[in-house]
C-alpha cells in the first residue's frame, strides 16, 4: 500500500471545520471525506473502506468515546485520534483503553496531524499485515 491511499473519515458536528480539514488533508494526499456525527460516521465505516478516523468528543447525539467504543468493536484495525478542543486527561485515558490511537487537542497543526495520521495508517497496515501472514501460516 502506498500513502495515496489513506483513506480519513474525519468526525465533527462543526461543519465548517470538517470541511476545510478535509480539504487541506486531500490536498496532501489523503483521502478525507467529512461527516458530522457519530451516527454518520458509523454508516460510512459500513459502506466504505477506512483506514483513519478522526474523531471530535463533543458532538450531539453519541458522545465521541461511545463512538469510538463502537468502532473498536465493529472494526477493530481502524485507527481512530481523538481531536477535540475539549478533552480532558480523563477523557484522553479514557480514549488510550478503548483503543485510540492518540489523542490531540484543537487547534492542531496540519504538519503535525499529517504525521499522525500516516503513523496510524502504517499502524493498521502492519496489523493487516501481520493477521494476513498469521492466516497464511494456518493453512
Known sequence: M????IKLLVVDDEVAFANTLSQRLNMRNIKAVPVYDGEQALSKLKESI???VLLDLKMPGMHGLDVLKKIKSMYPDVQVIILTAH???KDEEEARLLGGFDFLKKPADIDNLEQKIRKAYKEKSNIERIKTEAEDNNK
Open 50 to 52: 477506512i483506514d483513519v
Open 87 to 89: 478533552g480532558t486527561d
Open 2 to 5: 502506498n500513502t495515496n491511499e
